[in-house]
């Protein structure tokens, strides 16, 4: 009788020890899914942007903006967009969808980067930093006859990006690369325009460091090519074809954020610039294979 006490004893044991073996190793799989499941979750952060970056509308442009450089919209008007290429010193007109555009000459050969359009004035700036300005209502003409151009306004260096924000009057120059000298940021230059003069209004630089901290690299030399406001919200869109990034900030160029521009949309991102309903534009220099274009990126719901 005291045998078969024991033996139930030792099988009951053994049943137990069992039990606890599954429950631990259950355990430990419910612990390990947990957190395959909780690394999922973190390891692709969803984006703040209000713009799906991997999902445009593409535009090709006719042949001759195959280098389409700058573009912008008068009051932010969608049914008609203006434009430069790097070479002419021709302005641009055409629908998105048209197959051919209409131009202006406004200059002579030269390195043409970006517009911009306020008090019905546009602005084109040479990639020297000078500006040259000339009413909207000349685009009729094939050629622009009184052009004032403004030079030694910014100091010597090589600026691709020209903003205007028609409601503060405000016009802003940035830098992309600075000829002389070490820098380990990027400058921006404020004027208040008005009466066709341009005012100084303080000076505002973008880091390398701090932007390529929040781009996840270790090191990063700030190349931008344009820059636009976002009329909705009041944030600067930087845009770097060189780095293939976009910076965001508050009004002040304070760095909110930065998105990389992946795929193979992004060829050669030189302009950049917004609509009345705040949907976001970016041109691209067309390739070997490719004809230079404009993508929007409409506003999320």
Known sequence: MNKNKTKITAVAALMTLAFAGVSCVNEKHDDKAASTEETAKTSTPKSD??????????????QNLFEISGIVFHKGDPSRVFAIQDEDGDLFYLGLEDKESKFTKFGGKGDYEDLAIINDQIIVLKSNGELHTFPISEINKPEVANVVKTKDLVPKAEYEGLAADEKAGMVYVLTKEVK??????TEIFAFKFDGGKFTPRGTFALSYKEIADLAGESKMKFRPSALAKNPSTGEWYVLSSMN??????????????????????????EGIAFDRDNNLYISNEGGTLAAGNILMFKVKK
Request: glycine share 8%.
């Open 244 to 269: 293939k990034l976009l910076v965001v900030t508050d009004a002040d160029f304070k760095i909110k954020g930065t998105y990389p521009l992946k795929g193979g949309a992004f060829n050669q991102p």
């Open 49 to 62: 942007l209000p713009y799906d970056l991997s999902n445009p509308v593409k535009y090709n442009m006719p």
């Open 180 to 185: 002389k000298g070490k820098k380990d940021e």
